[in-house]
């Protein structure tokens, strides 16, 4: 070939090239922008909203404030004197009731709305699909009742002062909760497990409640005496509920 014809040549290889390095270049174009997509609708699916950090596994809306710790120094309270339910509750002056488990259905619905609770606490009924977390809320704002009436489905002990209640009270509360409780279901239930302590927010007609699925101890002062009384209402209905739930929520 002559050297007029191979120079030829070589200026045509560029061109016929020339389609194929656009198409090449097109492809990748192509592959990075489905890769983009593909992350933004990962992103987008994520529970966490793109965040690649997990969310907390105890992640419980309450309608209210938080739950605090209990605190590292609480009022005495006086010793222990019975552990009989029916007569801590008459020497304190509290009254022991088993109210009718309340609901629309079997077992009691989870609702969206406000529910009107016919026993002032409300002991049982339908109530948020959200529970409120154990805990002490002394000081925080108190959860809605539709949360913490789900909580008593779990088992829970709910124990109550009404609003002006003593500072003092308040702390003998907490303390009579952080008490070693060997409850008859077989757990223990010190240190504020399985319970939760918060002001009543139903204008109930008590000083003092404790509250279970189903069971209510109404004291209409704060008197010495009702601290066995909670004792034995803690040690007789922790647990004692239709879902019995035994880890911390």
Known sequence: MSDRQEEKER????????PRRRLVQIGGGVVVACAIVIGIVLAAASPNGGDASPKPARDVITSGGRPV????????????????LAA?????G????????????????????????????????????VWSSDGNYAGVRTPAPEHYVHSLEHGRIELQYKPGTPARTI??????????????????????????????????PYAVAATAWGQLLGCRS??????????????????QAPEKITQAE
């Not at 070693?180 to 497990?193: C, L, Q």
């Open 88 to 92: 801590a509750a008459r020497a304190a």
């Open 171 to 204: 702390s003998q509360l907490q303390s009579v909760l952080k008490e070693p409780t060997k409850t008859d279901f077989g757990v223990n239930a010190g240190n504020g497990r399985f319970a939760l302590l918060f002001q009543n927010n139903t204008k109930m």
């Open 11 to 18: 200026r045509k290889a560029p061109a016929r090239s020339e």
């Open 94 to 129: 509290c009254r022991l009731a088993h109210p009718k488990v309340e609901g629309s259905s079997t077992p009691p619905a989870h609702v969206l709305g406000r529910v009107a609770y016919k026993t002032n606490p409300p002991t049982s009924g339908d109530h948020n699909p």
């Open 69 to 84: 710790d209990f605190p590292a120094q609480t009022a005495a309270i006086p010793a222990r004197k019975t552990t009989k």
């Open 222 to 239: 704060a008197g010495p005496r009702i601290f066995d009384a909670i004792r034995a209402f803690r040690t007789r209905y922790t647990l």
